[in-house]
């Protein structure tokens, strides 16, 4: 089981004590998210002039987008390894049936070559015989 992590971060200029089964490293991570967060909106003049509820509604409203665009890229991006664990399975596939092809071709042709290499014996046995029965008939 994992350990539980108390680690003091600094989110807006104050200190908070975040908890959690996750790496100290990693709360940092969130905070630094967070304080990003912050200052990339407290250069707006319109979120400046905003009433701080409002100003953490936006916020949240913000976070919640990134985190919906972010889990609408995963399933593009898991969409997309099944297409590609897809076409490799495919690719698999083919691969193997074009090796049994190349298996069954390859046994063709040896035994083509087989019967090329006794016809070549059966003709030169033949042209004997017809040599021999030649050399006969002039001789007699």
């Not at 089981?1 to 971060?9: L, Q």
């Not at 905070?31 to 707006?44: G, H, P």
């Not at 972010?70 to 083919?94: F, N, S, T």
């Not at 190349?102 to 030169?124: A, D, F, M, P, Y």
């Amino acid at each position: 089981m994992a350990v539980k992590t108390d680690t003091e971060v600094i989110i807006g200029g104050k200190v908070f004590t975040l908890s959690g089964y996750e790496s100290e490293e990693y709360l940092q991570r969130v905070a630094s998210y967070i304080n990003n967060k912050l200052t990339e909106y407290s250069r707006l003049e319109g979120f400046t002039r905003q009433p701080p509820d409002r100003q953490n509604i936006l916020m949240q409203l913000n976070i919640a987008d990134d985190y919906f665009k972010a889990r609408k890229q995963i399933a593009l991006l898991e969409e997309e390894l099944q297409g590609k664990e897809k076409e490799l399975y495919d690719l698999k596939h083919e691969l193997v049936a074009s090796q049994i092809k190349l298996e069954n071709s390859e046994k063709s042709l040896k035994s083509v070559q087989k019967e090329l290499n006794e016809s070549s014996k059966k003709i030169v046995r033949l042209e004997t015989e017809l040599a021999d029965k030649n050399d006969r008939n002039k001789k007699a």
